[in-house]
């Protein structure tokens, strides 16, 4: 019986490339260059796919789905977020797009409070210091950062990478602050105090995480005027999307003090990000790690597969968007 074809637009860890060799006639991507959208719609129609698998640096535009053969039933992303495809074009030619939620929430919020403990306290100028051999002794005033205790943490976004960030920083003695469109019920909000806006909950935040996805609504929200409504000396960590964030604004403020510090996994234009930020000494920088646990991305990619699984049998997949 033939096999249903798969086009893998990148590499993927060895357990889910196998899974997919095993169960699609996979084409793979060895070399792992990133396809852009005449290559995506390029590769699916060479290859007569059925489905495909992306990652979240594919730009999947309306023209790339406008081009892609009649088989393909199914767009299945390697990620929870899906800015980079156009769902709307795909939807409207009939084809299922799925993504991978829940399974990197406890990876990516381990990377928000490293993130945020990193720049608290100044964990790259330690680093450097000590890398360069500069260092020449333990005193009392060196390198002395914020301590999260007793601190508000406002948290953009209270979905479930948000709770988890809450859940980690109550750990750490943080009082939970949040902004979504709609306050949670009290067992999932566990104490932590609602704010109807965006600026109000900017205004109380000493420490400030973006966990909310990159929509048009939501890209470039974080403006010089918001920034500012930040308590003087804040704290700034970024786990979701860059285009978040408008980076000259960020930059002035890291720069002026009046945000402290950032710690940033994320990047308007990834990975060409704005050089501004390998200049400052209060930015601890990855580079889009947050799920990049051998777990965590095992799990995404049977995820992804697991939706195109339930596509291709005809039934609904667990993760349609
Ligand atoms: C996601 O899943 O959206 C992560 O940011 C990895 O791209």
């Known amino acids: 019986m033939s096999r249903f074809r798969l086009l893998l637009t990148r590499r993927l860890p060895p357990n889910v490339e196998a899974r997919a060799r095993r169960d699609y006639d996979a084409l793979p991507n060895p070399q792992d260059t990133l396809l852009g959208p005449e290559g995506i719609a390029e590769r699916a129609n060479s290859h007569g796919a059925d489905g495909i698998l992306v990652c979240a640096g594919d730009r999947v535009t309306a023209e790339a789905v406008a081009n892609l053969p009649p088989s393909v039933k199914v767009i299945a992303t390697f990620s929870v977020g899906y800015e980079h ?3 709307a074009a795909a939807k409207a030619r009939g084809i299922i797009v799925t993504n991978t939620p829940d399974v990197l929430t406890e990876a990516t919020a381990d990377t928000a409070l490293l993130l945020l403990l990193a720049a608290a306290r100044r964990a790259h100028e330690g680093n450097k210091l000590v890398r360069d051999g500069e260092w020449r002794g333990w005193h009392t005033t060196m390198l002395l950062g914020r301590d999260p205790n007793r601190k508000r943490l406002g948290i953009y976004g209270m979905g479930r990478i948000g709770q988890a960030v809450a859940q980690r920083a109550r750990a750490f003695g943080m009082q939970i602050h949040y902004h979504n469109r709609r306050p949670l019920p009290p067992e999932q909000a566990l104490g932590a105090v609602y704010h109807d806006t965006l600026e109000s909950l900017l205004t109380v935040s000493e420490f400030f995480s ?3 996805p990159s929509t048009p609504e939501t890209r470039g929200l974080f403006d010089a005027e918001r920034l500012a409504l930040l308590p003087p000396g804040a704290i700034f960590v970024n786990t979701a999307r860059g285009d978040m964030v408008n980076d000259e604004a960020l930059l002035a403020a890291l720069k002026s003090g009046h945000i402290r510090a950032a710690g940033l996994d994320v990047f308007a234009g990834e990975p060409n ?16 790690i947050g799920s990049a646990t051998e777990e965590t991305r095992d799990a995404m990619g049977f995820a992804a597969l697991d ?13 349609p968007i």
């Open 85 to 87: 495809i156009d769902v």
């Open 210 to 212: 973006i966990n909310a």
């Open 273 to 288: 990000l704005h050089p501004g930020y390998a200049a400052l000494d209060n930015v601890f920088l990855l580079p889009h």
């Open 307 to 319: 939706n195109i699984d339930a596509v291709l049998a005809g039934r609904v997949p667990p993760s």
